[in-house]
């Protein structure tokens, strides 16, 4: 795959952001280098001209009809895209959904914590609570900073990405700390097709500003009306 397919990833809110394309292509161009000389590593896939591609993939699709879904069980209130394909179901203290289309998932968590909790004990306790969470490899993160949702909350947001055997995986982790609360939400995602790392890269984008950047988590007396359209 030549470089200027990895720098069509990851994107927020539609607006290039040269630091964060230039590490993406620094963590997957290592993570290239490195699959040939590794024998476990599947060699990338053939380049495929952008004009031989399919004009409306499952991606192009991703970042359309948009709808909020309030979530009584987090509880949360969670703008989505392609919002009638994903479904939600309980999993342990986690609430997780499913966007089959592209093979993605969005764990969600509110609980209650001491009284001046810190995000880093929210992630330890939400580890504890789902060893499954991603384990993050500092050298395959492009992002990291602070967002302002949830409201009153001191998120932080880890986006990484990485190459494996069965295609690109990427990865956004925000988990934030506020009086008594703490709030955690994993978004994760792959592709193995020919524009793997621009799918991947795209995914994470609309997650990220159109998702994470807008999620509300209600105060303790406000009510969350029940599910709508997420089964």
Same mark, same amino acid.
């Given at each position: 795959m030549p470089f200027s397919e990895l720098t069509m990833g990851y994107r927020v809110a539609r607006r290039a952001q040269p630091l964060v394309l230039y590490g993406i292509l620094l963590v997957l161009a290592a993570a290239f280098g490195a699959g040939c000389t590794a024998s476990e590593s599947a060699p990338p896939p053939a380049h495929t001209p952008a004009a031989a591609r399919p004009a409306a993939s499952a991606e192009r699709a991703f970042d +359309?009809?948009? %709808?909020? +879904? !309030?979530?009584?069980?987090?509880?949360a209130k969670v703008t989505l895209?392609?919002? +009638?394909?994903? $479904?939600? $179901?309980?999993? %342990? !203290?986690? =609430?997780?959904?499913?966007h089959g289309p592209t093979h993605s998932t969005l764990t969600l968590r509110v609980t209650r914590a001491a009284r001046l909790v810190r995000p880093e004990q929210c992630e330890e306790d939400a580890r504890l609570a789902r060893p499954s969470l991603p384990t993050i490899d500092p050298t395959n993160i492009v992002e990291r900073r602070r967002l302002a949702a949830p409201r009153d909350f001191d998120v932080r947001l880890t986006?990484? &990405?990485?190459? +494996?055997? =069965? %295609?690109?995986h990427g990865v956004a982790l925000a988990v934030g700390a506020a009086t008594g609360r703490c709030y955690v939400a994993i978004y994760e995602t792959e592709a193995s097709d020919v524009s793997a790392a621009e799918e991947v890269g795209d995914r994470l984008g609309v997650i990220v500003s159109g998702v994470l950047e807008t999620l509300r988590v209600p105060e303790a007396d406000e009510r969350? !009306?029940?599910?709508? %359209? &997420?089964?």
């Open positions: +359309r009809e948009w %709808g909020e +879904r !309030s979530l009584a069980r987090v509880p895209p392609d919002a +009638r394909a994903w $479904h939600a $179901h309980p999993s %342990g !203290s986690f =609430t997780v959904l499913e986006v990484a &990405v990485e190459l +494996r055997a =069965t %295609g690109v969350v !009306s029940p599910p709508t %359209g &997420v089964k």
